[in-house]
């Protein structure tokens, strides 16, 4: 299983740029990189999702290096509401088979005014 | 549906009762998961099925607790003789069974169990 690790908590301000990086050394070849944002009271929710190199959507970018062994979630410009914990899930593959995905312990992101 | 759907959302038990949680995935999902939060605690893995079969059953903190699903569809993970320390969130994922392009695993919103 690839275990995960990340920061236990980061702070930003309004308006910064905010990476949060991500450490899986074990990841193996078919293995995606996934980012779920959960606020309190919910289920995660789907951020984004990578396999090498860099990928960018509306609301994030991810960087994963040529080794995969590491992966940056960026969130720019990030606002109050951005406030929540950020989990890396290694382990959903190619095939879609089901299989024990562990999540990591989270970073608590907090934006201050 | 449109998303996945779990029931209760919320539930308190009396300790010593049993008590069970379902989860409705995303219409066609073939693969579904099984997770626990504590308060203010990271998600931990219980189970996860592809299609009716469990192949890993090792998430699950004893024999207190089970999981079934039928027809490749609903799931119902039941919690015999509960304890106050089952008190927790119960959150239950799907996802499709291939892609082209990697895979995503959706979350529903919870079932809320409180053991008193």
């Known amino acids: 299983l690839a275990k995960t690790t990340q920061p236990i908590s980061m702070d930003s301000y309004e308006g910064q740029e905010v990476n949060i990086t991500c450490s899986h050394n074990n990841i193996a070849t078919n293995d995606y990189i996934t980012w779920y944002q959960q606020f309190p009271s919910q289920g995660p929710r789907f951020i984004i999702q990578?396999?090498?190199t860099k990928v960018t959507n509306e609301v994030a970018s991810l960087f994963i290096p040529a080794d995969r062994k590491s992966s940056t979630l960026s969130l720019p410009r990030v606002s109050l509401s951005d406030t929540a914990v950020y989990y890396c899930?290694?382990?959903?593959?190619?095939?879609?088979?089901?299989?024990?995905?562990?999540f990591g312990s989270g970073t608590q992101l907090t934006v201050l005014p | 549906g449109a998303g996945v759907s779990q029931s209760p959302s919320n539930k308190v038990t009396e300790k010593g009762k049993d008590v069970e949680l379902r989860c409705d995935p995303i219409?066609?999902?073939?693969?579904l998961y099984w997770y626990r939060q504590s308060l203010g605690q990271g998600l931990e893995f219980l189970i996860y099925f592809q299609g009716n079969s469990a192949p890993d059953k090792s998430g699950l903190p004893s024999d207190r607790f089970s999981a079934e699903r039928t027809g490749g569809s609903v799931s119902t993970l039941t919690i015999q003789r509960t304890q106050q320390e089952d008190s927790a969130v119960y959150l239950c994922?799907?996802?499709?069974?291939?892609?082209?392009?990697?895979?995503?695993?959706?979350f529903g919103e919870g079932s809320w169990l409180t053991v008193v």
């Open positions: 219409s066609g999902h073939t693969a």
């Open positions: 990578g396999y090498k």
């Open positions: 899930l290694v382990g959903l593959s190619f095939s879609g088979s089901a299989r024990q995905l562990t």
């Open positions: 994922a799907s996802s499709p069974s291939s892609r082209p392009s990697g895979n995503t695993i959706y």
